[in-house]
């Protein structure tokens, strides 16, 4: 499976249309809770937490979260095979691949999932579908930024993921509802045989980097943790020179000269091609943002969509798969919180992602909250007008 999965990384750009779009929708006529949690919902456990930028991880997550989100799981897979038909509907930004769904399947047989992969026009449909009355995703998903519309229409199910073992901690980033399940940021992609890259963008203005630079018209957010930092003025100012200078191209095929060495450096996120000559580095002032799932308002099989979301985000045996096997290489970093022991198992692909991301926040990297995220998405918008106007 080689396809990204990334939700979140390239659709931020789209925030601003999302926004007016769901301006004129009609929104979910309400916006139901979960299903009850199997009785003695909750856990006291306490957890045993370290700062990783403005994440907090708990270290004992598997020892002393997991085992009631598991219990939790397995109750709502019993509700999630009597609605429906076992009937599960996940719409997202890429469709899952059939490797995706067999893992799924391998523990919850008889659910049936059926998939779509919408891209830019994901809000669109999800708001489509409710105004029509036509069978919806029952998952929504991700970032703060690229979800703006759906929050803003009420499209996320009330959920109290604590009273589903998970930890109070990872859910002070996002809205209560929003189950954070991955990361994802800004990074430079590069070919290490034909250059080395600087550590900040201003660096990218040298002589030595005219006509290396790439960045795609819809990744403007690649900026916008500059200007969180340094301001709007001062990032519309960089991209300008950026772009005089000819050190930066805009490319809507960034891979091929990456991997050629013809533009050796690409200003984009996680990394996706094999090619050992390429590299994923953070650099100042660049931001790491979290990717989160959750229900659908207007779902149909509700506990089918809360089972979907944490299998997804945080089971073991998957995540392993995940941070070990060549075929999911290209799925999202795993959420921060959890435990080290985790990120320490990444190979290829997923350690060189996992590795600049985590770096990335060490080194101060900005994170998107769901109070700044407005000032996200204005700043992308500024970001856009100067890369694209």
Do not use: H
Request: hydrophobic share 40%; net charge negative.
């Amino acid at each position: 499976m080689k396809t990204p999965t990334g939700r979140g990384a390239t659709i931020a750009l789209a925030a601003a249309g999302m926004l007016l779009l769901s301006s004129c929708s009609s929104p979910a006529a309400e916006t139901p809770g979960a299903v009850a949690p199997s009785a003695g919902g909750g856990t006291t456990a306490t957890c045993d937490a370290v700062e990783v930028g403005g994440f907090t991880r708990c270290e004992n997550f598997y020892e002393d979260f997991w085992p009631e989100i598991d219990r939790q799981m397995d109750a709502l897979y019993e509700q999630a095979l009597a609605i429906d038909g076992g009937r599960l509907v996940v719409w997202d930004w890429y469709e899952l691949a059939p490797e995706v769904i067999a893992q799924f399947n391998s523990r919850y047989p008889e659910l049936t999932i059926e998939t779509r992969g919408l891209t830019y026009n994901l809000p669109s449909a999800i708001i489509s579908a409710d105004a029509t009355g036509a069978r919806n995703t029952d998952i929504i998903s991700g970032s703060l930024v690229s979800a703006a519309a759906m929050t803003d229409e009420g499209y996320w199910a009330e959920v109290d993921w604590t009273e589903y073992g998970v930890p109070e901690e990872f859910l002070s980033i996002g809205a209560p509802e929003m189950l954070p399940d991955s990361i994802n940021g800004s990074l430079m992609q590069v070919n290490v045989d034909k250059i080395e890259a600087p550590g900040a963008l201003e660096g990218l203005l040298a002589p030595e980097f005219n006509g290396k630079v790439s960045i795609a018209s819809y990744n403007p957010i690649v900026f916008a943790g500059y200007g969180m930092a340094n301001g709007e003025e001062a990032m519309v100012d960089l991209i300008g020179e950026l772009k005089s200078s000819g050190a930066l191209q805009v490319l809507e095929d960034q891979n091929s000269p990456l991997s050629s060495g013809d533009v050796p450096i690409a200003l984009n996120q996680t990394l996706f091609n094999p090619n050992p000559s390429l590299a994923a580095v953070p650099f100042e002032d660049g931001a790491v943002f979290a990717q989160f799932s959750g229900v659908n308002a207007d779902a149909e099989n509700i506990p089918g969509g809360m089972l979907w979301t944490l299998w997804n985000a945080y089971d073991p045996d998957w995540l392993e798969l995940r941070m070990t096997d060549e075929q999911f290489s290209t799925t999202q970093v795993p959420y921060p919180g959890l435990p080290t022991s985790l990120f320490e198992k990444a190979t290829g692909l997923m350690k060189t992602n996992a590795d600049a991301l985590l770096l990335g926040l060490e080194n101060g990297a900005s994170i998107e909250t769901q109070a700044t995220r407005d000032e996200w998405i204005a700043m992308t918008t500024a970001a856009d007008a100067a890369l694209n106007g």
